[in-house]
């Protein structure tokens, strides 16, 4: 099965929290830039503010789970998605639309 990169490097954050494109959802703050490679890397970034490690860990898995979906459909794209307060409480079904209505808006993936 295939899979995506990972970012991994503060400077690739902080490039895309500068210079990206960004969506928010009480749930979700999705961010997004081109990159030259070809294929998608995805950043999750989980705050003390999200809660416990427990729930830090919990909001992490919601939102892999809601971007699975659409990683076949993604190219080559750097994405981070920042985790809410509220997230650790939400489904990752509830999440899937708001994750994909970012990835559309942004023109990341093509309207169906």
């Known amino acids: 099965m295939a899979t995506w990169q990972t970012l991994c490097e503060?400077?690739?954050?902080r490039t895309l929290y500068y210079?990206?494109?960004?969506?928010?959802?009480?749930?979700?703050?999705?961010?997004?830039?081109?990159?030259k490679l070809g294929y998608p890397r995805?950043?999750?970034?989980?705050?003390?503010?999200v809660g416990c490690a427990v729930?830090?860990?919990?909001?992490r898995r919601i939102i892999r789970e809601a971007f699975r979906p659409h990683f076949p459909l993604?190219?080559?794209?750097?994405?981070?998605?920042?985790a809410r307060t509220k997230t650790?409480?939400?489904?990752?079904?509830?999440?899937?639309p708001v994750v994909r209505r970012h990835l559309t808006e942004m023109g990341v993936i093509p309207r169906e």
Request: aromatic share 8%; hydrophobic share 35%.
């Open 10 to 13: 503060n400077k690739d954050f």
């Open 74 to 82: 993604v190219g080559g794209y750097d994405i981070v998605f920042v």
């Open 55 to 59: 729930k830090r860990s919990r909001a």
């Open 19 to 35: 210079r990206g494109d960004s969506r928010v959802h009480a749930g979700l703050v999705t961010y997004v830039r081109r990159n």
């Open 88 to 96: 650790p409480e939400m489904k990752s079904t509830t999440l899937i």
């Open 42 to 49: 995805v950043g999750i970034t989980t705050g003390k503010k």
